[in-house]
């Protein structure tokens, strides 16, 4: 992704709240079915009757009061946890201390006023950002509170992911979650393009409803999302081309074998192979310079031929699949860590595309937020 064809999303300003609202959630047995997802694509303005229709048949259910949630799920063997509300966007940051939401990718205009056109035709958001942050004791507390009471649902979905949900309504626990979360910063995990389409819906359509978007807030420290590594395919590259490149920015390539190579992948070291040659990189890295970084911003730009494809695969075994059917070279990322990535967002730079993965993401269906609810 070119740099220059990104924008940073605006940043919204504290205090981090996350408000009350009336969920509906599909039925288990649509929750997790690629039929459901495609529902919220095309056509958008059948989106909201179809809901209220699935709603008349005892297919979706829709919470008559007003609620933020503790929603937990289960999915390989991970269990997350956080708070599912209505983020309040109505305040743009003016300084860098005030920011509450922070991007670390950039994103694209065309894409951003896709998405917002499309919520705002559906008139729902149909599934929650996930946000993450290192949660206060404060926090913590509370949230053990709400466990220890009965769920408001509790099931297991279509793809196998396990949901617990419990609902806060008490007033007084409301406002003991805002003081909690007043000081909260937190990074965007995921949803990064529909962040700023809610962000946009409030200039199309200046109205409560567009006030806000539905996020799930994850305490990092507590229930963490697993950070992994997206690798890359570098298609019509060769590893001597990459050798070149990597010795124009002041890096050697190492030859090794498979077994050594993968076993070398770590924080400093890359692996990259054409599917029969292999080879390490540690590229010399300023203070809190991610490895992405610098693939992205000094050596794919010293080829001397442009990669003619970029491919991004979430696992190694996927990525040396792919380099053994097309010609390239696979280059084996490490996993970014949280706190680097933090660090880099709260100095406002963007990180190349697809430089995290934060998963497992909770299956679309579980938590939606309507637009008309008032």
Same mark, same amino acid.
């Given at each position: 992704? /070119?740099?220059?064809?990104?924008?940073?999303?605006?940043?919204?300003?504290?205090?981090?709240?996350?408000?009350?609202?009336?969920?509906? =959630? *599909?039925?288990?047995?649509?929750?997790?079915?690629?039929?459901?997802?495609?529902?919220? =694509?095309?056509? !958008?303005?059948?989106?909201?009757?179809?809901?209220?229709? +699935?709603?008349?048949?005892?297919?979706?259910?829709? /919470?008559?009061?007003?609620?933020? !949630?503790?929603?937990? !799920?289960?999915?390989?063997?991970? @269990?997350?946890?956080?708070?599912?509300?209505?983020?309040?966007?109505?305040?743009?940051?003016?300084?860098? #201390?005030?920011?509450?939401?922070?991007?670390?990718?950039?994103?694209?205009?065309?894409?951003?006023?896709?998405?917002?056109?499309?919520?705002?035709?559906?008139?729902?958001?149909?599934?929650?950002?996930?946000?993450?942050?290192?949660?206060?004791?404060? =926090?913590?507390?509370?949230?053990?509170?709400?466990?220890?009471?009965?769920?408001?649902?509790?099931?297991?979905?279509?793809?196998?992911?396990?949901?617990?949900? +419990?609902?806060?309504?008490?007033?007084?626990?409301?406002?003991?979650? /805002?003081?909690?979360?007043?000081?909260?910063?937190?990074?965007?995990?995921?949803?990064?393009?529909?962040?700023?389409?809610?962000?946009?819906?409030?200039?199309?359509?200046?109205?409560?409803?567009?006030?806000?978007?539905?996020?799930?807030?994850?305490?990092?420290?507590?229930?963490?999302?697993? *950070?992994? $590594?997206?690798?890359?395919?570098?298609?019509?590259? @060769?590893?001597?081309?990459?050798?070149?490149? #990597?010795?124009?920015?002041?890096?050697?390539?190492?030859?090794?074998?498979?077994?050594?190579?993968?076993?070398?992948?770590?924080?400093? @070291?890359?692996? $990259?192979?054409?599917?029969?040659? +292999?080879?390490?990189?540690?590229?010399?890295?300023?203070?809190?310079?991610? %490895?992405?970084?610098? %693939?992205?911003?000094?050596?794919?730009?010293?080829?001397?031929?442009?990669?003619?494809?970029? @491919?991004?695969?979430?696992?190694?075994?996927?990525?040396?699949?792919?380099?053994?059917?097309?010609?390239?070279?696979?280059?084996?990322?490490? #996993?970014?860590?949280?706190?680097?990535?933090?660090?880099? #967002?709260?100095?406002?730079?963007?990180?190349?595309?697809?430089?995290?993965?934060?998963?497992?993401?909770?299956?679309?269906?579980?938590?939606?937020?309507?637009?008309?609810?008032?």
């Amino acid at each position: 992704m /070119d740099i220059g064809a990104v924008v940073t999303p605006p940043h919204s300003a504290g205090p981090l709240r996350l408000l009350p609202f009336r969920g509906l =959630t *599909l039925a288990p047995r649509r929750i997790g079915d690629a039929s459901s997802i495609r529902a919220f =694509t095309r056509p !958008y303005r059948s989106v909201a009757e179809r809901l209220e229709r +699935w709603e008349r048949r005892g297919q979706v259910s829709h /919470d008559p009061m007003s609620a933020v !949630y503790l929603h937990e !799920y289960t999915a390989g063997g991970i @269990t997350v946890r956080g708070l599912v509300g209505a983020l309040d966007l109505s305040r743009r940051s003016t300084t860098r #201390a005030d920011v509450a939401v922070f991007p670390h990718e950039g994103v694209h205009p065309a894409q951003v006023e896709e998405l917002a056109a499309r919520m705002a035709e559906m008139q729902v958001n149909p599934a929650p950002i996930l946000l993450v942050h290192r949660g206060s004791a404060e =926090t913590r507390q509370l949230v053990a509170q709400v466990q220890e009471r009965p769920t408001h649902l509790e099931f297991e979905d279509r793809a196998h992911q396990q949901h617990r949900i +419990w609902a806060v309504r008490d007033l007084e626990e409301l406002r003991r979650i /805002d003081a909690a979360l007043s000081t909260t910063r937190a990074l965007i995990a995921d949803g990064h393009h529909r962040y700023a389409a809610y962000l946009r819906m409030q200039q199309l359509r200046p109205e409560p409803a567009a006030g806000a978007g539905l996020a799930m807030l994850v305490d990092q420290d507590d229930t963490p999302l697993f *950070l992994g $590594a997206i690798h890359r395919l570098f298609a019509g590259t @060769t590893l001597a081309g990459l050798k070149d490149a #990597a010795s124009r920015v002041g890096t050697r390539l190492e030859p090794t074998d498979r077994r050594r190579g993968v076993a070398a992948l770590g924080p400093d @070291t890359l692996v $990259a192979t054409d599917g029969s040659a +292999w080879a390490t990189l540690r590229p010399r890295l300023g203070t809190d310079r991610a %490895v992405v970084e610098w %693939v992205h911003q000094d050596l794919v730009p010293a080829l001397t031929r442009t990669p003619t494809s970029t @491919t991004y695969l979430h696992a190694v075994d996927a990525a040396l699949d792919a380099v053994s059917r097309r010609r390239g070279v696979a280059l084996l990322m490490p #996993a970014p860590e949280f706190g680097q990535v933090l660090r880099i #967002a709260a100095e406002e730079r963007l990180l190349p595309e697809k430089a995290t993965s934060f998963q497992p993401k909770p299956s679309v269906g579980v938590l939606i937020r309507s637009l008309r609810d008032r």
